[in-house]
């Protein structure tokens, strides 16, 4: 089963920028969304951006402005730019990613991936 392989985390000071990426281990077709989320220490996973089929992207309010989310077709790799980071983005990161294929009987099915998740951590 192919796996989403995520890298680009670390360490970085306030108002430094990092920039994750995210690209699956074999060969996905038929991808229409993707997204990334993120979890800080004893909180719920949340939504950080998603990139829909027609590369619109909605961004979590905490971010805007500061986050770009966006994806390379050709290398079928998804990435997310972070700058100006505060120390409240510190989490570990995970992109996520749909797709549809072709069953045994020939019939159209929903799949979905996770990334292993990568570390960002921003000093306060």
């Known amino acids: 089963q192919e796996q989403l392989v995520e890298s680009g985390g670390g360490l970085v000071q306030p108002g430094g920028s990092l920039r994750l990426s995210c690209a699956p281990s074999?060969?996905?077709?038929?991808?229409?969304?993707m997204a990334w989320y993120r979890q800080a220490p004893g909180k719920q996973r949340e939504l950080v951006a998603n990139i829909q089929s027609d590369d619109r992207v909605n961004y979590a309010d905490s971010v805007k402005g500061r986050f770009t989310a966006f994806r390379d077709n050709a290398n079928n790799t998804m990435y997310l730019q972070m700058n100006d980071l505060e120390p409240e983005d510190k989490a570990v990161y995970y992109c996520?990613?749909?797709?549809?294929?072709?069953?045994?009987?020939?019939?159209?099915?929903?799949?979905?991936?996770w990334g292993q998740g990568t570390q960002v951590t921003v000093p306060s």
């Open positions: 996520y990613l749909e797709f549809c294929f072709l069953d045994q009987e020939k019939l159209w099915n929903r799949g979905t991936r």
């Open positions: 074999g060969s996905i077709e038929n991808m229409y969304a």
